[in-house]
């Protein structure tokens, strides 16, 4: 009979690419219960309980007050998703949990009953919003003491990259396994670029704190040969609209409709370069390697970046880009505009290479090692060359 596994993620689950990954890497050999906000996944066999917000205003004054307050206890055991959650599954026991994000562990370890809780770490919690004063006022004590009283109850944990790992280390003295948000391997083509036509491309959501329009105002600095395409998830539409507004007159930029994110890598295999410049406003954001750098890899993009340590790790370990000295739009451009063909070819054949490595076959192999780990003999499959699974004995 398979071990027991509850997932509990208070995120849109079938729009999480790092929650799916878990899914899919596990469920052949857990029977998973996942927790989180619909869209559900769509995968059979699996248990999905759908949980939500309660927007109502008398809640949330009520909440900013125990915030304010230092009513830390009280205010996480008394908001409706904690008790949602513990209603749902009363009575039900788990062989082990992962808790995605802090707010994730407190209830976990309550569900968990002494089984083991894994905590993943898609962010540095403590300092996530940081450049608002909004949240810092309301929020940061609030994660701060979530992590320091309960991720030392953890049983192992797993994060996103070096440098959040070493600060959850550094303050909360957890030992964090790097985990990336590798996708799928796409077996994609190499494509020629050509003399007289760099194709850009960004995506990912209309966030205000990303500063998307830097990546507007460097197509000014840039060399008649190269086009920007922007194919952003509309979550802030009045954001969206002034992105839209800044690049009106530009023909070289255009906006297009956004993919499913399984699509993604194969949907801008077409473009030659693919594009993040984000200013370091905040801990996670100094420290980003999102989804969208190893889906530019998958992609078999060549990828241009700021000084952003993580991100400019790997592309310095695999010569497959071009990283910015500041996060100035005008300096990108300077190093954009100096490549040849020949230099962009050759950095999209070293991310070929680097997606052998950087995709979900591995991200599946150390989720399965971590899972032995704390639930020893409960796996089942092993995985081979590129995400394919093998039967082996337990």
């Keep these: 009979m398979k071990k027991k596994l509850l997932i509990i993620s208070y995120s849109p689950i079938g729009r999480d690419p790092r929650v799916m990954r878990q899914i899919r890497a596990l469920q052949a050999d857990y029977a998973l219960t996942i927790v989180g906000f619909e869209p559900s996944p769509a995968l059979d066999g699996i248990e999905f309980i759908p949980v939500s917000l309660v927007p109502k205003l008398s809640r949330k004054i009520w909440r900013a007050c125990q915030l304010l307050a230092g009513a830390f206890e009280y205010a996480y055991w008394q908001s409706h998703l904690v008790k949602t959650t513990l209603m749902s599954l009363a009575g039900r026991t788990f062989d082990a949990v992962i808790a995605n994000d802090v707010i994730a562990v407190p209830v976990a370890l309550k569900l968990a009953s002494g089984a083991p809780v894994i905590f993943d770490g898609h962010e540095y919690s403590p300092r ?35 440098g959040i790992a070493d600060e959850y280390k550094r303050h909360f003295g957890i030992e964090a396994v790097v985990v990336h948000n590798s996708p799928a391997y796409e077996d994609l083509p190499v494509h020629p670029t050509a003399t007289n036509l760099v194709r850009l491309i960004h995506h990912g959501i209309s966030a205000r704190s990303r500063h ?81 750098f190893f889906e530019f890899i998958q992609a078999r993009l060549a990828v241009a970046i700021g000084p952003s340590p993580e991100m400019s790790r790997l592309i310095v370990q695999y010569q497959n880009g071009v990283i910015a000295a500041d996060f100035a739009p005008e300096t990108l451009a300077r190093a954009l505009n100096a490549l040849t063909p020949q230099d962009i070819e050759q950095m999209k054949r070293h991310s070929s290479e680097a997606a052998g490595h950087l995709n979900a076959n591995t991200v599946t192999q150390q989720l399965r090692e971590l899972m032995q780990r704390v639930l020893p003999g409960a796996a089942s499959t092993n995985v081979t060359s590129h995400g394919t699974e093998s039967t082996s004995s337990a």
């Design 128 to 162: 996530e919003f940081e450049n608002s004063f909004v949240w810092r006022l309301f929020l940061q004590r609030y994660m701060t003491y979530l992590c320091s009283r309960y991720l030392p109850l953890t049983t192992s944990a797993m994060t996103v990259c070096q």
């Design 212 to 292: 998307l329009e830097c990546m507007i105002d460097m197509m000014t600095h840039l060399d008649e040969r190269f086009t920007l395409d922007l194919m952003l998830v509309n979550s802030d539409s009045r954001y969206y609209a002034e992105l839209q507004r800044r690049a009106h007159g530009n023909t070289r930029i255009r906006f297009r409709e956004p993919v499913p994110m399984e699509q993604i890598s194969r949907t801008i295999n077409s473009y030659d370069i693919g594009l993040f410049l984000l200013p370091p406003v905040n801990f996670n954001y100094h420290f980003a390697l999102p989804n969208k």
